[in-house]
């Protein structure tokens, strides 16, 4: 059974109603337990917990140092597209949107490593496309890997779902990891965000996570996108997903992220739900309690300082120097955006920021760095 056929037995409102009903003794608890459950997991991102992150910072900071040590992770992303099927309301690469569509040939993705590989000894790259099968699908995604394979050891992608057959091809090809978001677990409001392409398909997108595992893919990364739904009972859903995930395909490594809503071209759509700094640091601290192995990303949608903070709270790893439009580092440089990022900082200056508070970069996958 996957997780898509078993989603339908956990009730989104039952659960919310399970994570606000929390009390700080249920958070005291959880903090004094060596292993944590899933109710554990809604009491430490429920608003009970909020008096307790002192306690909860200590708690994933020491967990971070046992497993990750005083490390972190540099990559950083290559849009190879910003041609898309969908209609997200909250994407800047969405359908409707009057941009120029472009699609990186083979010239301008060897230009773009050229130009990234100037700005830092990155050696982890994550390849990003638009959703459009049909021009920029597998064998596109194939083609870009064998690219730039010879100049990164590590490398992954975040593209649209593919089939299971999808998967080992790329796999095959050197590909080392695959982020997919689910954007929200919540099935009945799925479809505001995503009325029509392929990204409108729920079940089709959930089940890629399965497709993935059975395909034996090295590291799967799960997300949910912070201002569509209540972010408490979004994440609590992750946490199902991972855990789901880690049982049944337990020699995949799995990382997480929980972006927040950025501006961007399009539809004036507005988040319905606004985290704080302070919450999103609770949810940092909460999963790393959680899950002592997960490793968490933090982007550059967050503030500069925000990301200085977090390191070693339970971020393992920073993306830094990112330009999120096709062709931005070298070829084309003024594209649009699917989102503004909020740390603008080149990679050097993250880099001095890091090592500032004793921390040594690491540039390529953490994985590979362990093997």
């Known amino acids: 059974m996957t997780f898509t ?3 339908n037995d956990y009730d989104w409102d039952a659960i919310q109603s399970r994570i606000y009903a929390k009390t700080a003794s249920d958070v005291a608890l959880a903090l004094n337990k060596d292993r944590r459950t899933i109710e554990d997991f809604m009491a430490l991102v429920s608003p009970a917990a909020q008096t307790y992150l002192e306690p909860m910072a200590a708690l994933s900071r020491k967990y971070t140092q046992q497993r990750f040590g005083n490390t972190i992770q540099f990559y950083i992303p290559l849009y190879l597209t910003n041609s898309c099927i969908n209609h997200c309301v909250y994407c800047g690469f969405n359908r409707h949107n009057d941009i120029r569509r472009i699609i990186l040939n083979d010239e301008q993705i060897l230009r773009e490593v050229e130009a990234i590989k100037r700005i830092g000894d990155f050696r982890h790259i994550l390849l990003v496309t638009g959703e459009n099968p049909r021009d920029a699908g597998v064998n596109y995604i194939e083609n870009a890997i064998r ?10 992608i975040e593209v649209q779902p593919l089939k299971e ?9 050197g590909m080392n990891a695959v982020y997919c978001y689910q954007e929200t677990y919540n099935r009945a409001r799925y479809k505001t965000y995503h ?12 089940d890629a996570f399965d497709r993935m595992g059975r395909a034996g893919v090295h590291k799967i990364g799960l997300g949910v996108l912070i201002g569509l739904e209540d972010w408490r009972t ?20 799995y990382s997480i992220s929980f972006p927040r ?11 319905n739900v ?29 503030e500069q300082t925000f990301r200085d903070r977090m390191t070693g709270f339970g971020v393992t790893s920073l993306s830094a120097g990112s330009k999120t439009d096709p062709g931005g580092y070298a070829v084309y440089r003024s594209e649009l955006e699917q989102f503004a990022v909020n740390d603008d900082r080149s990679p050097e200056q993250v880099l001095s920021a890091v090592k500032k508070q004793g921390y040594e970069v690491v540039w390529k996958d953490w994985d590979l760095r362990l093997q």
Do not use: C, N
């Open 165 to 173: 057959t999808g998967y080992g091809q790329l796999s095959a090809a």
């Open 147 to 156: 690219l730039v394979k010879p100049s990164f050891s590590s490398i992954s």
């Open 261 to 271: 809503l950025r501006p961007h071209e399009g539809e004036a759509f507005r988040p």
């Open 195 to 206: 009325p029509r392409g392929m990204k409108s398909k729920f079940d089709w997108r959930l």
């Open 274 to 302: 606004v985290m704080s700094d302070r919450e999103l640091a609770q949810l940092i601290f909460a999963y790393r309690i959680f899950d002592r192995d997960v490793e968490i990303a933090l982007s550059t949608r967050e």
């Open 5 to 7: 056929e078993l989603i």
């Open 234 to 253: 979004d994440v609590t859903m992750m946490s199902l997903h991972l855990r789901y995930l880690q049982k049944t395909y337990w020699q995949t490594k």
